[in-house]
């Protein structure tokens, strides 16, 4: 018998004038968008890259998903990630630096490679400066599809954050607050807050992909913009 995922999200808006993380869910799919900017064009192409993503069947694939979401963007710009449910797992596609882990309930393994200048450089063994880390080199609005990140787990649940999390917090503080949270995704967003965050801080927590493509009720559209 199929399973429905269970995920709970959870943002806080840091100290930028608005919020321009969105997360969005249907049908078993589920996308974390950050808007590039502090101000509602970039909130706008969050809210709509996520929901253009979601939109797109789980049997097209995330690079679909990622297409759809270029389509829908027409100003502002994001960096977006999409989970989508296959085979007992999830496939993942995305730009920028947003992240995907795996998570066994004792510790996370980042599926996802951010596209920043930071990450072109360490993998060149290059010297990086921290401003590096914040200049991503794929977005919804610029990149190729030749240039979209895609990979699949047989993880049966993920975490998905913001870089006002995971660039606050490392890998290991996370887990920590993961084990321990009734809520997990509120616990994330609270502790990066707690630690200094100053960017929006979004983070979604899926559990139990479904084990066939069959299409799963859709859900009502929580948003962060």
Known sequence: MDTQPAWRTASHQGTRAVNADAVAAANGVVALADGVGDDLTAAHAALLAATAAVGVPAAAGPSAALDAAQDAVTAGDCVLVVAQPFGGGYRIGWVGDVRA?????????????????????????EEVTPRM?????????????SRYGTTETSATALVLTTDG????????????????????AEALVRAAHAAGARDNATAVVLTGAPRSATPLPTHPLPVAA
């Open 101 to 125: 882990y795996a998570w066994d309930g004792r510790e996370l393994r980042q599926l996802t490679r951010d596209h920043t200048l930071a990450q072109y450089f360490q993998d060149r063994g």
């Open 133 to 145: 880390a914040h200049v991503v080199t794929t977005s919804v609005h610029t990149a190729s599809t």
């Open 165 to 184: 999390v995971h660039k606050t917090l490392t890998d290991e503080a996370m887990a920590t607050v993961l084990r321990q949270a009734p809520n997990p």
